[in-house]
């Protein structure tokens, strides 16, 4: 982008008149440029025509080199004077609070809110002045440079020095000066030093810079936590490939199932937090309302992707690192020092895995949501851990869903519930030491179903719509005959075991319809859809999305394609004859394919709702669109600021009440002596 442009795309509407012709000007550098090449080119002869036509084409290069400078001289007047006209009106009301904050030694509130914002005002207007004032300097020396480009002179800096020597404009120290006073006022009107309260003016002054270098500085941070659990998650996963591919039904697979499957949880919990921040970020970045369809605490949870992203990365780290030593351990208690696997710094590993016993190592990332739930607790009501109790609330209900009302996050949680059923079965082997009952692993793979299915009566109790409601509870019921492969009578029977996969590919078909034609509301289709049949202007696609979309088709398509491999990935775990070592490993890999396969479900079922409130989750006919972060920011400041205002007024009245009461007692008390 040129400078025109950058200087088109700044300018305030209200001055545009005063800015400098920066295209004008340009011109005319331009044609002079022309007609200098021109002049080059003619060669000298002995002929007198184009001698003439020379000196003719040198006269002309003057003349219009004088009237640029005559334009720009013209320019640079008027930008000063516009300049001078302006800084003149913020030098008196910088005077009149100045004088205001000497007068006043103990002003109220409400005399502190008027001048805080009229400096607030001066110094937001001083900045725009200044931007305006450097924008047009720097416009100026582009176009010097830009003769001196075209006409191979170095005269043009010196010559636009002597215009703009004793022009203020030029300058930034009066913008500074003025910057300066307004600082020192309101260090003496709020009792702060000087470096405070810049940093507190400028914070409402340009909450866009902050929240930029904000997000610049949580992308850095998250990149680097990125990275090491990247690396970190690596070697874990080379050290357990190792043992899987160099050994196969190795012992240290078999013997330590127990503690595979406390990985395998803690991992895929982890995961299903990554995935929740990337939903968030996508929300962020499409303008989805999140916060009102997951009914979030606003004050607390906006904007918070990034550090909830960093700490999962972080999370990732400890977990890998110390999963990794609870592995290298595992081969230096079954004395297989020789068999250990070469990772990344393999030295290091080893010497540190050999300081605790395998469960210690298994067990220090539990105590990281542990310690986080301790804290939830202790202080329940206190507003800094209003996104935990949120989480547990949410959980709660979960569990209770006959006694609270069927929201979006309680259906959405739900859903998110049924593509882990596999850790329920895990965590009841790690809660039975691997000696669950058969009976018990099938109640706990089908424990979010349960839930799922009791939550769609509510609704149907609550709406009277068989559909999609029962139809959508038929839709859970039908992935419980998939869970009796548990039973050794079924697996032993080729019979039970078909007829099993068979409904298995019914339940996959019915799912895949519902997450396309309902919940995506695509392909045509869908509760949602029906509100825009009769719109198609605001169709997305006519053949894909027959309503509003925040995505391209391209995604849509995507997604579509990416959704059947994820429903379709049971098949590969069914028919491969794997032992049990690749198959723990194959059934890992499907519950985190499930689990990114859900995320993406999460964005365009949240945009399907945002588009047409499907089913009427929320209670309002239409749902608005996202603030940015920095509108957020800044009507959570109005709204603190209003609250201050409100807290002051209310001491204030109780302050003159006292004052009236020590009166009136005062007055009592003279009436008392005089009698």
Known sequence: MNYGDILKNSIIPEWQTKYIRYDWLKDIVHQMGVIHQLQK??????????????????????????????????????????????????????????????????????????????????????????????????????LAKSRDKYMNANDSTTVLLELVQDKKFALDDPIEHEQQRIEKAFAKLFKVDQKAAKVQIEQYVSPQNNAEKQRVQA?????FTCGVAILL????????????????????????????????????FTLLAICLGLNIFVFEEKKLNYIFIYELPPAQITASYRTHLKYCFIFLSILSFCCTCAVLRFYLDEHLVSELPTVSYSLLFVSVSSLLPAWAWISLPLLYPLFYLVVIVFQWRSSQVTVGKYILQVIGKQFLPWKYRVAFPIFCFGDQLTSVSQLFSDLADLVTVGKCPTIVTFLCLNIPTIIRSIQCIVRYYEKKLAYPHIVNLVKYLSSIPNTFLNFMWVKNSVVWTNIMIAGRCIETIYKLYWDYWEDWALLGGGVGAQKFASQPQKWQNKYICKRPSFFPTITQIVAIVFNFVGRCFWILTTYLPLFSAKQFWWKTFGVCIEIARRGLWNVLRTDNQQATNCEDYALTRYIPVLLSETERQLLQQKIQDKEKELQCEKEEEQLKLQNKLDQQESNLTIVHEDK
Not at 238 to 255: A, F, P, Q, R, T
């Open 233 to 268: 998650f690596a070697n874990f996963i080379y050290v357990m490939g190792y043992s899987l591919i160099e050994y196969g039904n190795n012992v240290i697979i078999e013997k330590h199932m127990l503690a595979l499957k406390v990985m395998r949880i803690l991992f895929c």
């Open 219 to 223: 992308a850095t941070g998250n990149g």
């Open 41 to 142: 080119s003619e060669q000298p002869t002995n002929g007198t025509d184009k001698c003439d036509n020379k000196y003719m084409l040198k006269i002309q290069a003057e003349d219009i080199d004088a009237y640029f400078w005559q334009e720009v001289k013209m320019d640079v007047e008027k930008i000063h004077n516009f300049f001078i006209s302006e800084l003149s009106k913020l030098l008196k009301l910088i005077l009149e609070i100045e004088t205001q904050c000497d007068v006043l030694e103990n002003p109220k509130h409400k005399e502190q809110q008027a001048i805080r914002d009229n400096m607030h005002e001066v110094y937001k207007t001083l900045n725009i002045l200044g931007n305006y004032a450097q924008r047009n300097y720097f416009g100026l020396q582009n």
